[in-house]
């Protein structure tokens, strides 16, 4: 059963680079029937997302985000990460990671557990 | 691209909840809804606008009608009672979106 662990440091400071990995057990990063995505939730509110990647490399991303963000995946540790630069307090949010595609066509059909992070000095 | 949702829905228990989600690109993008509870990672409820996963209860429907896609939940449970949002992808199916969310209130 394939199972998703998002994984990095909870507090960020405003202008640093805020680095999250997501690690894929019970299953390849290295498929051609799905793709891996980053979606975030500011407290209290909906879902933003945030782009995703496959594993050949090919990306894509949130317009309002394309200029601060880097989604790449790590085939040897079945890992993908996500890296968000000169993060502000509205950065602030739980970040999950998920697998996209399969039978589902373009949906999320499958969802870490979701790691908070804080942007505060 | 947005999608638009209501921002909340109530139902008695045993009634039906429709959730609409608006958008420009739905006539050519498949529409997904997931369910989040409080604390909980969103989980799929249906797919390709109309598909429901293994393990959803069959009260749980979408529809498509153009613009506007519809989950419908019959006989509304207790335990119904969460955020759901719509997801899709713009006209070129090249960005994700989601929309705003709603919740869902079993009264």
Not at chain 1, 25 to 31: A, D, L, N, P, Y
Not at chain 1, 50 to 70: A, E, Q
Not at chain 2, 60 to 79: H, K, R
Request: aromatic content about 10%.
């Amino acid at each position: 059963q394939v199972q998703l662990e998002e994984s990095g440091p909870g507090l960020v400071k405003p202008s640093e680079t805020l680095s999250l990995t997501c690690t894929v057990s019970g299953g390849s990063v290295s498929t051609d029937n799905h793709y891996w995505s980053w979606v975030r939730q500011p407290p209290g509110k909906g879902l933003e997302w945030i782009g995703y990647i496959f594993y050949g490399g090919s990306t894509s991303y949130n317009p309002s985000l394309k200029s601060r963000v880097t989604i790449s995946v790590d085939t040897s540790k079945n890992q993908f990460s996500l890296r968000l630069r000169s993060v502000i307090a509205a950065d602030t949010a739980v970040y999950y990671c998920a697998r996209v595609g399969g039978e589902f066509r373009d949906g999320y059909n499958l969802w870490g557990q979701g790691t908070l992070v804080t942007v505060s000095s | 691209y947005e999608l638009t949702q209501p921002p909340s829905v109530s139902v008695s228990p045993g009634q039906t909840a429709r959730i609409t989600c608006s958008g420009d690109a739905l006539p050519n993008q498949y529409a997904y809804w997931y369910q989040q509870k409080p604390g909980q990672a969103p989980v799929m409820v249906i797919y390709k606008d109309s598909e429901r996963p293994s393990g959803i209860p069959e009260r749980f429907s979408g529809s498509n009608s153009g613009t506007t896609v519809t989950l419908t939940i019959s006989g509304v449970q207790a335990e119904d009672e969460a955020d759901y949002y719509c997801q899709s992808a713009d006209t070129s199916g090249t960005y994700g979106v989601f929309g705003g969310g709603t919740k869902l209130t079993v009264l």
